[in-house]
């Protein structure tokens, strides 16, 4: 049939609906898998060690992270004073303008304008406006229920010793290296094929290409270097562009490969699910990857604003679903168990909020 076929395209009539109803059935079946194996669980992962992938990753003097690094400040000052205050507050900033939004219930008062001009100095306007957090919010999360609804997702990996996901942590790490001796405003990114290294781009200010090159090249191997591939820069961080917080969201995650929740982390107490939520998520995909002997475990909860109990919460080893069970995933529960009162929350906005053994990891 397919060598009449050929020979003469438009007699398909005698022949045309075998396969059809092969490719229908195909399909079917493709389809039955990539719905068991949700998030590129068990049947892409046979193909996705092969896949081209990319991750980024940004240095502290970035204006976004500035924007974190303020706000998480500011949460870390207000739950000092009163550890049960509730924050959620967000920053935008640039060109000499800091703008401080949000609300805040606390025993206590800061002194937001000084915390912000030691962090980035006296020629900064700053403006602020801080409300009382909204008593319908506070009268679900005075009972011990969630701040808001909301996904969150955690993922873990035993592709490097982090848990954390190969080009993830190669663009981090090349990052870090490079700030220890550019300390300005700069990102990396990081494409790899497999295990194999294909492109790095690293851009940083203040920087000679020629001497980035040299460094870049001492500290990871690659089939080609793009250095500040628009040209050498000087001018950087809030003198070239505006920040906002909670803005990198992939890369306080894990990389643009995994599947996130959505939610921002900076400038939130743990009543923010979007926050501790992501971190419980983070410790019990960490915790079945290493009583599994896992090769990736994802983790997804699920919240409802003003109940402590989460509406979802599942998860997937290897491809198969398991139970999550033996922990509190309350807010009040998840703060006891990762000791968030404990946690200088100024030390996870850079360099992003896993792989760093915190208490989640």
Same mark, same amino acid.
């Given at each position: 049939?397919?060598?009449?076929?050929?020979?003469?395209?438009?007699?398909?009539?005698?022949?045309?609906?075998?396969?059809?109803?092969?490719?229908?059935?195909?399909?079917?079946?493709?389809?039955?898998?990539?719905?068991?194996?949700?998030?590129?669980?068990?049947?892409?992962?046979?193909?996705?060690?092969?896949?081209?992938?990319?991750?980024?990753?940004?240095?502290?003097?970035?204006?976004?992270?500035?924007?974190?690094?303020?706000? +998480?400040? !500011? #949460?870390? %000052?207000?739950?000092?004073?009163? =550890?049960?205050?509730?924050?959620? $507050?967000?920053?935008? &900033?640039?060109?000499?303008?800091?703008?401080?939004?949000?609300?805040?219930?606390?025993?206590?008062?800061?002194?937001?304008?000084?915390?912000?001009?030691?962090?980035?100095?006296?020629?900064?306007?700053?403006?602020?406006?801080?409300?009382?957090?909204?008593?319908?919010?506070?009268?679900?999360?005075?009972?011990?229920?969630?701040?808001?609804?909301?996904?969150?997702?955690?993922?873990?990996?035993?592709?490097?010793?982090?848990?954390?996901?190969?080009?993830?942590?190669?663009?981090?790490?090349?990052?870090?290296?490079?700030?220890?001796?550019?300390?300005?405003?700069?990102?990396?990114?990081?494409?790899?094929?497999?295990?194999?290294?294909?492109?790095?781009?690293?851009?940083?200010?203040?920087?000679?290409? +020629?001497? !980035? #090159?040299? %460094?870049?090249?001492?500290?990871? =191997?690659?089939?080609?270097?793009? $250095?500040?591939?628009? &040209?050498?820069?000087?001018?950087?961080?809030?003198?070239?562009?505006?920040?906002?917080?909670?803005?990198?969201?992939?890369?306080?995650?894990?990389?643009?490969?995994?599947?996130?929740?959505?939610?921002?982390?900076?400038?939130?107490?743990?009543?923010?699910?979007?926050?501790?939520?992501?971190?419980?998520?983070?410790?019990?995909?960490?915790?079945?990857?290493?009583?599994?002997?896992?090769?990736?475990?994802?983790?997804?909860?699920?919240?409802?604003?003003?109940?402590?109990?989460?509406?979802?919460?599942?998860?997937?080893?290897?491809?198969?679903?398991?139970?999550?069970?033996?922990?509190?995933?309350?807010?009040?529960?998840?703060?006891?168990?990762?000791?968030?009162?404990?946690?200088?929350?100024?030390?996870?906005?850079?360099?992003?909020?896993?792989?760093?053994?915190?208490?989640?990891?």
């Amino acid at each position: 049939m397919v060598e009449n076929w050929l020979k003469d395209p438009t007699a398909t009539h005698k022949w045309v609906l075998i396969p059809t109803c092969i490719i229908k059935l195909i399909l079917g079946k493709i389809g039955l898998c990539l719905v068991y194996a949700e998030n590129l669980s068990l049947f892409m992962r046979i193909f996705y060690f092969y896949m081209i992938k990319t991750a980024e990753f940004v240095s502290p003097k970035h204006p976004d992270k500035i924007c974190d690094l303020i706000a +998480d400040s !500011l #949460l870390d %000052l207000y739950l000092q004073g009163d =550890k049960n205050s509730r924050v959620a $507050i967000e920053v935008m &900033g640039g060109h000499n303008l800091i703008i401080i939004n949000g609300e805040v219930t606390s025993k206590i008062k800061i002194d937001i304008e000084k915390i912000v001009r030691d962090i980035v100095g006296e020629d900064y306007k700053v403006i602020s406006n801080i409300v009382l957090q909204s008593p319908e919010i506070a009268h679900g999360v005075d009972a011990g229920g969630a701040g808001d609804q909301g996904i969150m997702k955690g993922y873990a990996t035993s592709e490097t010793n982090t848990f954390m996901p190969l080009e993830y942590e190669l663009a981090r790490s090349l990052c870090q290296k490079i700030f220890k001796v550019y300390p300005y405003d700069g990102k990396t990114q990081v494409t790899i094929d497999g295990d194999k290294v294909i492109t790095v781009v690293a851009s940083f200010q203040n920087t000679k290409n +020629d001497k !980035l #090159l040299e %460094l870049v090249k001492s500290i990871i =191997k690659a089939d080609e270097y793009l $250095i500040n591939p628009a &040209g050498e820069w000087i001018q950087g961080g809030f003198d070239s562009d505006t920040g906002l917080s909670g803005r990198k969201l992939i890369v306080d995650n894990y990389g643009p490969e995994i599947n996130i929740g959505g939610g921002s982390f900076s400038g939130k107490d743990y009543t923010k699910v979007d926050r501790s939520g992501a971190y419980i998520a983070r410790k019990i995909a960490v915790d079945l990857l290493k009583k599994y002997n896992a090769k990736e475990v994802y983790t997804k909860l699920a919240y409802a604003i003003g109940k402590s109990d989460p509406v979802m919460a599942v998860s997937t080893v290897d491809g198969k679903e398991e139970s999550i069970v033996g922990y509190d995933l309350s807010p009040n529960g998840i703060r006891e168990y990762l000791k968030l009162d404990e946690v200088k929350f100024v030390d996870t906005c850079n360099w992003g909020h896993f792989g760093r053994n915190f208490n989640w990891d």
